[in-house]
């Protein structure tokens, strides 16, 4: 079974930036799409972007593009969310997982589709 553990959240001024890593131990996760959530306080888990397994197409939602970007190491073992120009509305927990259907990289973008979640990390972004 995958485990995900993610990593490199912070504390970071409105402007700033933070890398996020998301590792895989129990096996590797090369052949799935993944995906980074987030959860600020007192809202629902929701979607920042996704990557498919080759890390040929990305996707992400309306509020991070051009400013975000997820990749994929070549031994596709780490997943990693470049975090630039970040706002005080990025602050939150941040969680990666993997999707349940390995062959699917459409919609719906929502946490049900994927599973094997990790802690989170905290990324806190002062105004």
């Known amino acids: 079974q995958v485990q995900l553990v993610e990593s490199g959240g912070g504390l970071v001024q409105a402007g700033g930036s933070l890398r996020l890593s998301c590792v895989a131990s129990?096996?590797?996760?090369?052949?799935?799409?993944m995906g980074w959530f987030r959860q600020a306080p007192g809202k629902e888990r929701e979607f920042v972007a996704a990557?498919?397994?080759?890390?040929?197409?990305?996707y992400y939602v309306d509020s991070v593009k051009g400013r975000f970007t997820i990749s994929r190491d070549s031994a596709k073992i780490t997943v990693f969310l470049q975090m630039n120009s970040l706002k005080p509305e990025d602050t939150g927990v941040y969680y990666c997982?993997?999707?349940?259907?390995?062959?699917?990289?459409?919609?719906?973008?929502?946490?049900?589709?994927?599973?094997?979640w990790g802690q989170g990390t905290q990324v806190t972004v002062s105004s």
């Open positions: 990557i498919n397994w080759s890390g040929s197409s990305t």
């Open positions: 997982a993997k999707r349940r259907d390995q062959r699917t990289f459409t919609a719906p973008w929502t946490p049900q589709e994927y599973d094997g």
């Open positions: 129990g096996r590797t996760f090369n052949s799935y799409v």
